[in-house]
């Protein structure tokens, strides 16, 4: 069983440290904007969608990693405050799909704005820490190769 340092852990607990730091940030300026973060998520995982994939609410639920009930009701409150919008498909009338309105395209732009700002300052040590915790101990381990005796960078 591979052992995990103390150096292990505090590159892991760096790297949590730098990821809430961001999503504290992204809560804060979220509920200044009069959302809240499931409702930013949805939108931004909305707009992001691969080209290939048809908006619907189980997308929506996998993206987010959520119940498909949750995602309803973060899609209820959103298009109850003009946000999103459904419509049905025009080759199945049974399909439900999920766009933006005009409304929900210029908060999700500010709101992003808002977080790419964010990250040209954060990411580098956001960046740094997922590095060190990717490398874990195999920094301390001796590489494989013929007996050279080399630490891995």
Known sequence: MP???????ASLAELR??????????EQVVRRAGLEPRQH??????KGL????RPRIGELAQR?????????????RLAANGFVKRQRSGRDRREVLLSLTPKGEKTLRELSLHHRQELSTAGPALI?????????SRREEP???AGSGRQRA
């Open 143 to 145: 590489t494989r190769a």
């Open 50 to 53: 691969p080209a290939d994939v």
């Open 17 to 26: 440290y730098e990821i809430r730091k961001f999503l504290r940030f992204s």
């Open 64 to 76: 987010l990693q959520i119940q498909h009930h949750s995602t309803v009701e973060l899609v209820n």
């Open 3 to 9: 052992t995990i340092t103390a150096a292990d852990y």
């Open 41 to 46: 998520q949805l939108m931004l995982a909305l």
């Open 128 to 136: 740094s820490a997922l590095r060190r915790a990717m490398g874990g």
